[in-house]
């Protein structure tokens, strides 16, 4: 069976050959030795997809009477440390935390939230959302309710809800009708009518959409984005912004979250292992053309320059090579 967390353009394969026992056996005398063996956790680890990590988890329980990440988290530290926990989590649990993180504490990051509410299809959020509410016991649309207001909550939770069309087949009336409706919503009125906006961002598949967006064009003799700029302000001008990127080219979208998070003065850890992790078995190969098309250097050497230790070499192995 296909799994929806899997696509065709990931840096990481199935192993060939693979043997859930004998890897639980490596990483657990990696472990228990005398100072950790990095190096076996780190191949190990990055050379097995996310299905066969779960299964490592299993032998691991099973054989030793422990939850491997546990053990991980018992010997290693740092941001090191929360990488190789995220590399042993199922994927859907892992966008779960990672939503949790996003709301917890002092503020929100709702770079975070809009990133991942975005770029996640419909199949996949309807999964988050259960393991959303399997571990932490409060239902995802609840949490975002109150960390959020506005018509940027109302947006998110329309996505959280994961009702965004899949399907790839395009209509063209239906696009010329969303973007007449869109520019009567905002260019074409005195203030903005933004659950317009909301409603067709967030539901319709991102062919449709990038349709839309050219129809719109025809219409206004504008950019969507430009509208959108224009007439909209805050998390919920950036969360519509993200969606239209995303439509129009998502691994571009990641490339530039990536850029943004290995620029500068400190490294975003947060950003850089959740885009890593949870794009290494759909479209990673993608995000790293873009950001080299972008930027004018590869991916695999902003980690390099940015990042050190066991923490480095993971990523690399994870970016799977230099472009």
């Keep these: 069976m296909a799994s929806i967390w899997v696509g065709h353009r990931g840096t990481i394969r199935d192993y060939p050959g693979f043997s859930p026992s004998v890897d639980a056996e490596a990483i657990r005398k990696a472990i228990r030795g005398i100072g950790t063996d990095e190096k076996t956790l780190i191949s190990v680890l990055t050379g097995r997809t996310n299905a066969q990590r779960q299964l490592i988890v299993q032998a691991y329980q099973a054989a030793y009477g422990k939850e491997l990440k546990d053990d991980l988290k018992g010997d290693l530290s740092g941001h090191f440390k929360e990488l190789m926990v995220a590399l042993v989590t199922p994927p859907a649990v892992f966008d779960a935390k990672q939503l949790k993180k996003s709301m917890k504490g002092a ?32 239902s995802l649309g609840d949490d975002i309710s109150s960390e959020t207001s506005g018509d940027f909550r109302k947006a998110l939770l329309t996505l959280a809800d994961g009702r965004r069309d899949e399907s790839l087949k395009v209509d063209e009336q239906l696009a010329k009708k969303d973007a007449q ?129 066991d923490y480095e070499i993971t990523l690399l192995k994870i970016c799977g090579g230099d472009d």
């Excluded at 770079?111 to 259960?130: D, F, G």
């Excluded at 909301?198 to 509208?227: A, M, V």
């Design 181 to 309: 409706t869109l520019y009567n919503a905002g260019e074409n009125r005195w203030g903005t009518d933004e659950d317009k906006f909301t409603e067709i961002l967030c539901l319709r598949s991102f062919p449709q959409l990038k349709l839309t967006f050219d129809e719109y064009r025809n219409i206004s003799q504008k950019d969507i984005e430009d509208s959108i700029k224009g007439e909209l302000s805050g998390h919920f001008e950036d969360l519509l912004l993200a969606i239209v990127h995303c439509a129009r080219n998502m691994p571009a979208f990641l490339a530039e979250r990536l850029h943004q998070a290995l620029k500068g003065a400190g490294t975003d850890e947060f950003t850089l292992n959740r885009i890593m992790v949870s794009r290494s078995e759909i479209d990673l190969l993608d995000i790293r053309a873009e950001f080299k098309k972008h930027y004018g250097y590869s991916l695999y050497s902003a980690i390099k320059s940015d990042t050190s230790g």
């Design 107 to 138: 503020g929100t990051s709702e770079h975070a939230l809009i990133e991942i509410l975005t770029t996640r299809t419909s199949r996949q959020m309807k999964e988050i959302a259960q393991a959303y509410y399997t571990v932490y016991k409060k």
